[in-house]
């Protein structure tokens, strides 16, 4: 893991007067540019050729004569062969020279090794270094072995397929779209060998993945995405926050889930089983009665974060539920990192942030006024690793 140190002595050399902020373009970048814009930064997106037309077209920033945003939010793109092509010495070179904090989001640790991100990323992040690899679920330290730790609740794990005797779900990778899902679901151990049999046949899945597929129970009820903020600086108010809650479309279970049971039945054999890719978001809230208990859990998942992750978390991360009919919340998935659905957020932000700060306030948003905060306290070590 890259010393702390050494990203605090980068900073020495950082203009703090022009800080920039940079993210690679893709899944929330637009709230974080956006957010970024809001609280005065220039922007930067890192993107991938083929994929660059949203950051360096469509949304680009226009600004007029006094430098104010009157259009778009990417002040800057950089197009690369390969998102991974961030990690030469001259691109990192170039992203200290123009004073960048880095946003990690979901795509910067998926396109790049986890262990490069780790030990030879030399550029100042906001967020926990050492906490993105707990994302990968099978990790000896992943995101279960923090939640055991903490004490908080999660769907019980089923160590194999022949001990199932309920509803369950099957996490593992798609075989053919490696960043998504090949998820299904099964309720006897005949199923489960039935189904993952004609996914398997499909190429959806592969037999390597389904040895090491997590099975856990399922729990009946609404999925609820948490986006918090922990900042390490403040000092009036509280610490955590909750800006907002999402939850997610997926394909094709959402097509799925608008048929009548009669349709669904005639489904072909390809169209039966729903796939479960994330292709959107939505915005929700939370019954009133209900917000105490998450702001419980989250504090346990921060405090639990400090012992075992030390400094602990830093800035966004999404905490994703279902809840039960007893109003019990389990943690099926964490990110510690800015969220995959806060794009629900841009400009207009979510009313969990925007009342708690009395303005428009997104994930994004909150992530720049963290940085624009420090710099002006002279506290910029604090939040980056």
Known sequence: ????????????????????????????????????????????????????????????????????????????????????????????????????????????????????????????????????????????????????KAGLPFPKRIKDPSDIDGLCIVKLHHAEKKLERGFFTAATPYEFQEKSDDLITQGVITDADLDNARIEEYIIGPVFNFDFFYSPIEEEGSPLELLGIDWRFESSLDGHVRLPAPQQMSLSEKQKLPEYTVVGHNSCTLRESLLEKVFKIAEKFVDASKEHYDPGIIGAFCLQTCVDKDMNFYIYDVAPRIGGGTNVHVYVGHPYGNSLWRSNMSTGRRTALEIRRAVEADRLEEIVT
């Open 1 to 148: 893991m890259l010393d702390r140190k050494v990203v605090t002595d980068l900073l020495e050399k950082y203009d703090r007067s022009r800080i920039q902020v940079g993210v690679i373009g893709s899944h929330s970048a637009l709230d974080v540019c956006d957010g970024s814009v809001d609280e005065g930064f220039r922007t930067l997106a890192v993107c991938q050729k083929g994929r660059e037309l949203v950051y360096d077209r469509y949304f680009k920033a226009k600004r007029g004569p006094t430098g104010t945003v009157e259009r778009g939010m990417v002040d800057e793109t950089w197009v690369l062969d390969k998102f991974a092509e961030i990690m030469k010495p001259e691109n990192q070179a170039k992203l200290r020279e123009k004073n960048v904090i880095f946003v990690p989001n979901r795509s910067f640790t998926s396109y790049v090794d986890m262990q490069e991100i780790e030990d030879n990323f030399q550029v100042p992040m906001i967020g926990s270094r050492n906490m993105l690899r707990s994302e990968e679920r099978g990790e000896q330290q992943d995101y279960y072995w923090l939640l055991e």
